[in-house]
């Protein structure tokens, strides 16, 4: 079943909610203040049912200029418009802001109902219906109906009515495949239920049950229920008036503007960029820094425009902006937006958002322009690409990638299997991405990490891994690992516990290197129980350094010599012969003291002490008083 959303648009006192009350019977200036001073204040619901069951929702909105704040909350999820003109006073400055409000947001089409017809002369009318004409000129309502009616005689609201429908009939369905998103235009408590949002189902489905999270504030929250049409509901889908009951919120956390979506769908920024053009008739140029207020969605938000391209933008030219806004907004690329100035409140013009929390550039630096005509004019796969590229080496989340693109879910996930398929993507793994690009990159700056290294450092076996990410300008973990994983099965580089080499990569001793590390491994061999320190040991084969002499070390990375404490190092041998020793009188015995071990090894303190802590420290042993007993025993 198809939902189709009519806003009303037109000047104040034109006579739209009075239209709408003879369409629907409904009232839509609902609040006391809309009452007593016979104004539309706030936006006001309405809809129609036909026979057949379609049924047709209207927003109705205030044609007050102080109000244009919010006509544009409701106009934000419309499919039609309404444009009302009273047939006495014809096109007054509300009928020409609405229409290019409408225009700037891409509505497809709609009608005029040209109303109050009783109070106007035949003549004068046509001459009203010239001035429409003219008016709709080039507009999205170029050819549109133009419906005579009023509200008191009756006449022309059969008509209008049937217009209407045969619009909505017309109008083209909304598409599932995007994300779940429902601009909030209204929030207040019900008794018993607590806190309900209402807006237009901008996209996707809600289901009752279905967790959501409400975007900017990141409140987390659960579709508790679900109304349509006052009747409450299982599920509700795109374009359809619907009203949240949000479970566990409170009413003072929301507010209108905010977005109601699954939780992690949305980035909100307080950076975006887009495609930016200003009316024929704004009253002056824009120039780069002047403060707007960006509408977008339901949400008004202050905000400077940098230009990219340009100092000023003259009215009827379209460039490219980067919006920096004073707090954070929720929409998706491809969302139309307002902008109106600051003083006077007027609307000056608007756009296609390109990227929402987009990567920083030098401003005007004709790498953002280059980045922002790729966005707006590129193929959907160099779009993607694109945003692929700026992730650089870190790539990127699908659900990121879902925020930043103007793609639906199944559309994204086609053009990454496209990507990966053509080469120019690589996956990480099923929710992580990267571009070709900045793989090929990252591999070629971890051979050259790995060369140089092993260029310092030719008696090393290898470099530690996490030295090696981090080297690599702290690689992303998942990217990082895929990357070695790949370089590994292509035997481009080996990894050794947490060691990794080129395979090309092989320790080549001199004679008189080979003769120290051979005489230092015979030596801890023979001395087993009680071996000499490093210096000693080294000094012994006329060769002065510590533990960290690169010979030394050569054995430990080995593990032919093992690290008991600090300066004390055994043979590998030596050490296993000695654990077999302590095992075995354990076994026997039960315990050990550390006159015991004296006794069982033949050596002093110097070497018992620090060999009983080395095997608790394996966990071999267990500590209890002064003995040690097999752990587990
Ligand atoms: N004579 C006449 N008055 C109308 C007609 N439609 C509305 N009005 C009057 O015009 C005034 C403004 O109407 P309203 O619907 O509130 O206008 P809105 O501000 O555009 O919503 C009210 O006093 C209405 O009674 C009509 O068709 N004929
Ligand atoms: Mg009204």
Redesign the pocket.
């Known amino acids: 079943m198809k939902h189709v959303v009519i806003g009303?648009a037109?000047?104040?006192?034109?006579?739209?909610?009075?239209?709408v009350?003879a369409l629907t019977g409904t009232d839509t200036?609902r609040l006391p203040e809309e009452k007593a001073r016979?104004?539309?204040i706030d936006l006001g619901f309405a809809f129609l049912e036909e026979p057949d069951g379609l049924t047709v929702e209207i927003v109705?909105v205030?044609?007050h200029e102080r109000f244009v704040k919010n006509m544009l909350a409701g106009v934000g999820g419309i499919d039609l418009a309404m444009l009302?003109i009273?047939a006495d006073e014809g096109v007054m400055p509300q009928t020409r802001e609405h229409l290019a409000i409408c225009s700037l947001l891409r509505i497809k089409a709609g009608l005029v109902a040209l109303?109050?017809?009783?109070?106007a002369e035949p003549d004068w009318l046509e001459l009203v219906k010239d001035d429409v004409r003219g008016l709709l000129e080039r507009t999205f309502l170029a050819d549109c109906p133009v419906v005579p009616?009023?509200?008191?005689?009756g006449e022309g609201l059969t008509d209008l009515r049937r217009a209407l429908t045969d619009l909505a009939r017309a109008a083209p369905a909304r598409a599932t495949d995007q994300t779940a998103r429902l601009p909030i235009d209204r929030v207040f408590t019900v008794r018993g239920f607590g806190t309900v949002v209402t807006g237009t189902l901008a996209a996707g489905r809600f289901a009752v049950e279905d967790r959501v999270e409400i975007y900017p504030r990141g409140v987390q929250s659960r579709v508790r229920g679900l109304q349509v049409h006052g009747h409450a509901v299982e599920r509700a889908s795109a374009g359809q008036r619907t009203a949240v009951n949000l479970q566990g919120v409170e009413r003072a956390a929301i507010e209108r503007g905010d977005v109601v979506a699954p939780p992690g769908a949305l980035l909100p920024t307080t950076l975006a960029d887009a495609t930016l053009e200003l009316l024929d008739d704004a009253p002056r140029p824009l120039k780069a820094r002047d403060r707007v207020r960006f509408h977008v969605g339901t949400q008004e938000v202050m905000a400077r425009v940098l230009l990219v391209d340009r100092p000023a933008l003259e009215p009827g030219e379209t460039s490219y902006g980067r919006f920096r806004l004073e707090a954070p907004v929720v929409a998706l690329p491809g969302d139309r937006f307002v902008i109106r100035s600051y003083s006077p409140i007027v609307t000056i013009g608007g756009g296609t958002l390109l990227g929402v929390a987009p990567p920083r550039f030098k401003r005007k630096a004709p790498a953002l322009l280059a980045h922002l005509t790729l966005l707006d004019q590129g193929t959907p796969a160099q779009v993607l690409e694109e945003h692929l590229k700026q992730a650089g080496p870190a790539g990127a989340r699908a659900a990121d990638l879902r925020a930043r693109t103007p793609f639906g879910p199944e559309q994204l996930k086609e053009l990454l299997d496209e990507g990966v398929k053509a080469g120019s993507v690589l996956a990480v793994d099923r929710e992580w991405y990267l571009h070709r690009e900045a793989n090929d990159k990252l591999r070629a700056q971890t051979i050259a990490l790995l060369e140089a290294f092993h260029a310092d450092n030719p008696l090393r076996g290898g470099i530690s891994r996490e030295e090696l990410r981090s080297r690599a300008g702290n690689a992303q973990e998942r990217v990082f690992s895929q990357l070695l994983a790949g370089l590994e099965v292509e035997g481009v580089v080996k990894s050794e516990r947490d060691q990794v080499r080129l395979s090309s990569h092989a320790i080549k001793l001199s004679a008189e290197q080979q003769r120290v590390v051979d005489g230092l491994e015979a030596d801890y061999r023979r001395s087993g129980a009680a071996p000499p320190s490093p210096e000693e040991a080294l000094g012994r084969h006329g060769v002065k350094g510590n533990e960290r002499h690169e010979l030394y070390q050569l054995l430990v990375a080995d593990r032919r010599l093992i690290r008991v404490k600090e300066g004390l190092f055994f043979h590998a041998e030596a050490l296993d012969g000695i654990q077999r020793a302590v095992v075995g009188h354990l076994r026997q015995h039960g315990e050990i003291g550390p006159s015991g071990i004296k006794d069982l090894l033949g050596v002093s303190r110097k070497y018992a002490i620090p060999l009983l802590e080395y095997f608790d420290a394996q966990r071999i042993t267990v500590r209890q008083g002064e003995h040690r007993v097999l752990r587990g025993a």
């Open positions: 009303t037109g000047h104040i006192d034109h006579g739209k909610t009075s239209l009350k200036d016979g104004i539309t109705d205030p044609g009302v009273a109303t109050k017809t009783d109070l009616v009023s509200v008191k005689s």
